[in-house]
Nanobody, 130 residues
Framework: EVNLVESGGGSVQAGGSLRLSCGVG????????VAWFRQVPGEEYEGVAA????????YYSDSVKGRYTISLDNEKNSVDLQMTDLKPEDTAMYYC???????????????????????WGRGTQVTVSS
C-alpha cells in the first residue's frame, strides 16, 4: 500500500511563499511520476506540477509556470513543491499523487491529468489572502 502524506500548507498573503512536501514512505518512485494537484470546492482537480521520480523531468501547468518548482528530496523520499509569488487564485486544497510503475512511458501533458494517478494523499490546504 502506498501512503502519501502532504505537509506544509497554511495561510499566506499574496506575494508570499509556501513549501509543500509529499512523503512517499517506502514506495519507490524511480519509475513513476509524482504530481501535485489542487482542487477548490465544486471543481475538478487541476494538475499544477509533475516530476519523474527517477530522472527528474518536470512538467508545469501554465497557471503556475515560473512561480512553482517541483523537486525530489531523495534523502527524505519526498517530493516538494516550492510556491512563490502566491496569488489568491492559488487558494485550494493541494494533493500529492503517484502513478503506478510506468517503465518506458514518455512524459508529456498527460502527467497533469488526475486520471493517470493511482495513489493519492489526503491533501493540505493553501489559503492566499489579498
Amino acid at each position: 500500500e502506498v501512503n502519501l502524506v502532504e505537509s506544509g500548507g497554511g495561510s499566506v498573503q499574496a506575494g508570499g511563499s509556501l513549501r509543500l512536501s509529499c512523503g512517499v514512505g517506502e514506495y519507490s518512485i524511480s519509475i513513476s511520476y509524482v504530481a501535485w494537484f489542487r482542487q477548490v470546492p465544486g471543481e475538478e482537480y487541476e494538475g499544477v506540477a509533475a516530476i519523474h521520480g527517477g530522472v527528474g523531468t518536470t512538467y508545469y501547468s501554465d497557471s503556475v509556470k515560473g512561480r512553482y518548482t517541483i523537486s525530489l528530496d531523495n534523502e527524505k523520499n519526498s517530493v516538494d513543491l516550492q510556491m512563490t509569488d502566491l496569488k489568491p487564485e492559488d487558494t485550494a486544497m493541494y494533493y500529492c499523487a503517484v502513478t503506478g510503475p510506468l517503465q518506458g512511458r514518455r512524459g508529456g501533458t498527460w502527467t497533469l491529468r488526475s486520471a493517470e494517478y493511482h495513489y493519492w494523499g489526503r491533501g493540505t490546504q493553501v489559503t492566499v489572502s489579498s
